[in-house]
C-alpha cells in the first residue's frame, strides 16, 4: 500500500510494504544487549498443577513465563515517568504513533576534544554527541520534518544486537547542549542505538533525560513547562543498509501500564513529491 501526505507544505509517498524495523530483536535465553548489569531476559514454562506450557513435554500448547527489565534488555521506549514520581503510560501520552522522522548518522566525539558542557561533568574519555554536529547533520531539515530524530553511531556492526555495556565498553550519549539544540528544535520522539541518552554512571542526575522532558534537576515531580508527551527510545539498530534521510516513523508500543516497554518502531522512506 502507498500513501501520499504533506509535511511543512511539501507533499510526499511512502510505500507501506516496504517498512524497515529498528528494533533488536530480543531472544530471551540466548545473547542479547545488555545495560548497567541488569539480569537478562529470559523465558521459562508455565507450570500449575498438572499442566504444563510445554508441547513437547506433553502439554495441550505451550505457555511461557517472560522476565524482562525494558530499560536494560534491548530496544526500549521510556516515557517522562522514568524520573519522576508520577506515572504517565506511554499509551496514555503518545498522541501520534506515526510521524515523520530524521535519519542521522555520526561519530561520537572525545569529550576532550569539545567545548560542551555535561552535568555532572564528562570523563576525559567519554564519548559524546555534541550540539555542533547536531546542527551540521540538521541544518537542511525543517522543525516539522523532526518530530523524530533517530540517530546512528559509528562504528555501526551487527555486535550492537549483543552489546555489553560496561566499563569495558562504554556507551556515547549527549552533551547537555546537544540536548538543549534538540529541545529547541521540538523534537518529540528520540532514538539512538546506545543505551541511555545519558552518561552511565551520572551520579543519577539523568541531566539529558531532563532537558528533553523539562524536569528540574533533583526534583521528580513534573512542572508547568514539562513535556509529558515527547518519548526516547534507546538500544535501537539501524541496518547500514538504511539511508540517513526523511522517513516517517510508526512507533509500535505494547499497552502495558509502566514507565518502559519494549517497543518496535519502523521506518518507510518519506519520497518528494
Not at 540466548?30 to 537478562?40: D, L, T, V, W
Not at 547533520?137 to 562504528?155: C, E, F, I, M
Not at 552518561?199 to 539523568?206: A, E, N, P, T, W
Amino acid at each position: 500500500m502507498k500513501i501520499k501526505l504533506d509535511i511543512d507544505n511539501k507533499n510526499y509517498r511512502a510505500d507501506l510494504s516496504l517498512g524497515q524495523s529498528i528494533a533488536i530483536t530480543l531472544k530471551p535465553d540466548e545473547a542479547q544487549p545488555n545495560h548497567f548489569g541488569a539480569p537478562n531476559a529470559t523465558s521459562q514454562t508455565l507450570k500449575v498443577g498438572d499442566y504444563i506450557g510445554d508441547t513437547s513435554s506433553g502439554g495441550s500448547c505451550n505457555v511461557n513465563i517472560l522476565n524482562i527489565i525494558p530499560h536494560c534488555n534491548g530496544t526500549h521506549t521510556e516515557s517522562v515517568s522514568h524520573i519522576i514520581d508520577e506515572l504517565f503510560p506511554l499509551y496514555a501520552i503518545l498522541g501520534e504513533a506515526i510521524f515523520p522522522s530524521v535519519l542521522i548518522t555520526t561519530k561520537p566525539e572525545i569529550a576532550a576534544g569539545i567545548d560542551e558542557n555535561y552535568i555532572p561533568s564528562f570523563d576525559e574519555n567519554s564519548l559524546v554527541i555534541s550540539r555542533n554536529v547536531l546542527q551540521n547533520k540538521l541544518t537542511a531539515y525543517s522543525d516539522a520534518q523532526l518530530q523524530g530524530l533517530v540517530v546512528r553511531t559509528l562504528d555501526n556492526n551487527l555486535s550492537k544486537k549483543q552489546a555489553i555495556y560496561d566499563n569495558n565498553n562504554y556507551p556515547p550519549f549527549f552533551s547537555n547542549d546537544a540536548m538543549k539544540y534538540l529541545v529547541e528544535r521540538g523534537v518529540k520522539h528520540l532514538m539512538v542505538d546506545f543505551p541511555s541518552v545519558d552518561k552511565m554512571y551520572d551520579d543519577g542526575l539523568l541531566s539529558n533525560h531532563r532537558i528533553f522532558w523539562n524536569i528540574n534537576l533533583n526534583e521528580t515531580r513534573t512542572n508547568a513547562k514539562s513535556t509529558i508527551e515527547k518519548t526516547i527510545t534507546e538500544m535501537i539498530f539501524v541496518d547500514n543498509s538504511i539511508q540517513d534521510g526523511l522517513y516517517l516513523c510508526n512507533l509500535q508500543l505494547p499497552k502495558i501500564k509502566t514507565d518502559a516497554v519494549p517497543s518496535n518502531p519502523v521506518l518507510y522512506l518519506l519520497e518528494e513529491i
